[in-house]
């Protein structure tokens, strides 16, 4: 059964943030982790505390530098135990040195890092992959290079990150995603995440054709406006059906 959520806006209040995913139906939502910590509004002070006062489904999606696994992994374990959070989101980066063919090896190392801690406490760990802003973990040999030497990890696609729809293919073929990451772009922005609809990305033809059986989650990146989101919601379901019903 697939659900769908969406992001915990950090510049918002925590309790309207929740109030407005179970208003408009949304399964759960994504938390926002850095180099800083975990993102919330700086008005909500215990931010552990406030999560689970609410106890709104969440998983935290965690942007990290390759050489800052080893820092931050036992700090975002403490955090998912306290939590009682089962699955994690890595977003690969490289900001502090030149991306050359060395990278890879030093993410494979970082990613072996992280599954040996995550994996011994029963937690999934899913690695999205990277637009050409940030190109590490975005080019296919790359991402199949991971996937055949860490079985255990599983994959986030971000559809806003591909290059084309055969970009999105050939990845789909290395690895069937369990977490899709959702919002439209211009495929002559080098990144951006819009509203569905906005932007180039055939959505139907993605669930149509290239993932007729998904039945994952569904996270919906977009930070605009609420009516926006509600919007890109209804497009994506109305998607899902329409495949569901054709494939009957």
Known sequence: MIKIGCLARFFN??????????????????????????????????FIDTINKYKFPTIIHAVLNINEFK???????????????????????CENEII?????????????????IFNTNGITVY??????????????HEI???????????????????????????????????ILHISDRRFNVIHEHLPIGNGDIDFE????????????????????SNLDIINSKKIIESLIDKNIKSTK
């Open 13 to 46: 209040r925590y309790e309207d943030e929740v109030i407005f995913a179970k208003e408009n139906k949304f399964d759960f939502m994504q938390l926002w982790y850095d180099n800083r910590g975990l993102r919330l509004h700086e008005a909500d002070k215990e």
């Open 71 to 93: 820092e931050h992994i036992p700090k975002l374990l403490d955090i998912l135990n306290k939590l009682n959070n089962k699955e994690l989101i890595i977003h690969p980066i």
């Open 100 to 116: 050359d063919e060395k990278t890879i090896y030093k993410l494979d190392e970082s990613i072996k890092y992280a599954l040996d």
């Open 127 to 140: 690695l999205e992959n990277n637009s050409k802003l940030d190109p590490i973990f975005t080019d296919t």
């Open 144 to 178: 199949e290079k991971i996937f055949n030497q860490n079985k255990d990890l599983e994959f986030l696609l971000d559809v806003a990150h591909i290059d084309d729809l055969n970009h999105l293919q050939e990845m789909i073929k290395i690895k069937k995603p369990k």
């Open 205 to 224: 033809y993605i669930f149509s054709n290239l993932l007729p059986e998904y039945n994952g989650k569904i996270i919906l990146e977009i930070v605009n």
